[in-house]
């Protein structure tokens, strides 16, 4: 079973990326929504970014942006990964995600009362639009648009699409073993779970989440290879 990859976001600051970077986690978001307390400019995403190692991917994160706005980031920012966040229709991401070439994760909102088809449903029409849709982030429907530190069903996720999705919403290091081992998703996303205050990391929450992710992929590999061998 491949590891639980890990996306931390909302990084503000260098010492953050860095912190992020020595606990292991394989991504980094940096927020493009002025509105959010964990809103950065190009200029200060592209400085993080520069801080960043290679092999670690640096997601820009927009919630409604026009082409232009992303292709004006894009020129100052090198991102690897776009993740939109808002009401972004398939054709409007497959329209941004075209004009700066890079491939996009698209956020679904969950509900109480999301259904498997739902769910399906919606990742077959940007999977259509799109050779460069990457996946479905999951996070949970409040009336904002993101980093609000609230938890969803994950029962409601299908077994089928779990392994290939990224899962968020109030994920923290209590219910990262729960999360991993329950839903089992291709990553996570974690940006409230590991602050001291809005916009500001804390190394030893990043790190607790991390190591708490990796403890439960061990189990998982051990359980798995108990079962093969009985
Ligand atoms: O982090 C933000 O400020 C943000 C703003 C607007 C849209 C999304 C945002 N963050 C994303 O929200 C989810 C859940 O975060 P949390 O862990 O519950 O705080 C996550 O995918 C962030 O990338």
């Keep these: 079973m491949p590891r639980t990859r890990v996306k931390i976001c909302g990084l503000t600051r260098e010492e953050d990326v860095r912190a992020a970077v020595q606990a292991g986690a394989d991504a980094l978001g940096f927020v493009f929504y002025p509105p959010s307390p964990r809103h950065v400019t190009a200029a200060q995403a592209g400085a993080l970014i520069a801080a960043m190692p290679p092999f670690v991917t640096a997601v820009a994160l927009f919630v409604n942006a026009t082409v232009e706005e992303v292709v004006a980031v894009a020129k100052v920012a090198p991102f690897t990964l776009l993740q939109f966040?808002?009401?972004?229709?398939a054709a409007?991401?497959?329209a941004i995600a075209a004009a700066v070439g890079r491939p996009f994760m698209r956020v679904f909102r969950m509900r109480a009362d999301t259904s498997a088809a739902d769910l399906l449903e919606y990742e077959h029409q940007y999977r259509a639009a799109s050779p460069l849709f990457s996946s479905l982030l999951l996070d949970t429907y409040v009336?904002?648009?993101g980093g609000a530190g609230k938890v969803f069903d994950w029962s409601l996720i299908p077994k089928e699409l779990a392994p290939r999705v990224v899962l968020s919403g109030g994920l923290s290091v209590s219910n990262a073993t729960d999360a991993?081992?329950?839903v089992r998703p291709y990553a996570v996303d974690i940006s409230?779970?590991?602050?001291?205050?809005?916009g500001i990391k804390d190394a030893r929450k990043i790190a607790d989440f991390v190591n708490a992710v990796r403890a439960a992929d061990a189990t998982i590999e051990s359980d798995n290879s108990h079962e093969s061998s009985s």
């Design 92 to 94: 409007e991401c497959a």
């Design 192 to 198: 409230s779970g590991v602050e001291q205050q809005k």
């Design 180 to 182: 991993v081992a329950s």
């Design 143 to 145: 009336d904002a648009y």
């Design 85 to 89: 966040h808002g009401d972004e229709s």
